[in-house]
């Protein structure tokens, strides 16, 4: 069946660094991978989208990249600030399917 | 403009009795989804609507739940008989069409229904 693994343990990085989460998947060829950040109490908002045949993409602080071989997103965060702690969640989907998420991992960035 | 908006925000009832989960999603969006989130879980998936199609219920854990959306926009998730399991966020999301990698497809979420079953 298929299975998104994402660290289970909090990441936690001083201010000004770049934070790095990792998404990994198996029995599964996505076509396209989304991230989304979700604040305690909320529901998640979306971030970014990459497609299967994109290598990489960025918007502002953020970029995401896809490996299709190494069927794994990195997800970075440059020059990090407190208010990027969150949780932050990859989901996969293929063709007009249903997006499958990941349990997310939380990111907290000290001062 | 007005996001997706959810009722109530929390909810506690007693192992037994029915519930019903309230969803407006962004005008405008045709495909509305509910997922469940336990805590330290992931996003469970439970259905999904898109326009006038039937509804994907693959998703749905029990024939205690089921959902509807009427007139195209409003959705009610109704849980019958509720277990203590049933305990979890309930959120719900919308998008323009259905999640795919169209840009303009990510989906929208509530800030979800807190369920406690007592």
């Known amino acids: 069946s298929q299975k998104i693994e994402q660290n289970s343990e909090a990441l936690n990085i001083q201010e000004g660094k770049t934070a790095t989460l990792t998404c990994n998947y198996t029995n599964y060829s996505p076509a396209y991978l989304q991230w989304y950040r979700q604040d305690p109490g909320r529901g998640p908002v979306f971030l970014l989208l990459i497609r299967e045949n994109e290598k990489e993409k960025r918007k502002e602080r953020l970029k995401v990249t896809f490996d299709t071989t190494l069927k794994q997103s990195l997800f970075h965060i440059t020059a990090s600030q407190p208010a990027d702690s969150a949780t932050y969640l990859c989901a996969l989907g293929s063709g007009y399917s249903t997006l499958t998420f990941g349990k997310g991992t939380m990111l907290l960035v000290s001062p | 403009g007005a996001g997706v908006s959810q009722s109530p925000s929390n909810k506690v009832t007693e192992k037994g009795k029915d519930v019903e989960l309230r969803c407006d999603p962004i005008?405008?969006?045709?495909?509305l989804y509910w997922y469940r989130q336990s805590l330290g879980q992931g996003l469970e998936f439970l259905i999904y609507?898109?326009?006038?199609?039937?509804?994907?219920k693959s998703g749905l854990p029990s024939d205690r739940f089921s959902a509807e959306r009427t007139g195209g926009s409003v959705s009610t998730l109704t849980i019958q008989r509720t277990q203590q399991e049933d305990s979890a966020v309930y959120l719900c999301?919308?998008?323009?069409?259905?999640?795919?990698?169209?840009?303009?497809?990510?989906?929208?979420f509530g800030p979800g229904t807190r369920l406690t079953v007592t």
């Open positions: 999301a919308s998008s323009l069409g259905l999640a795919g990698a169209k840009p303009g497809n990510e989906q929208y």
């Open positions: 005008s405008g969006h045709t495909a």
């Open positions: 609507f898109q326009g006038n199609s039937a509804p994907d």
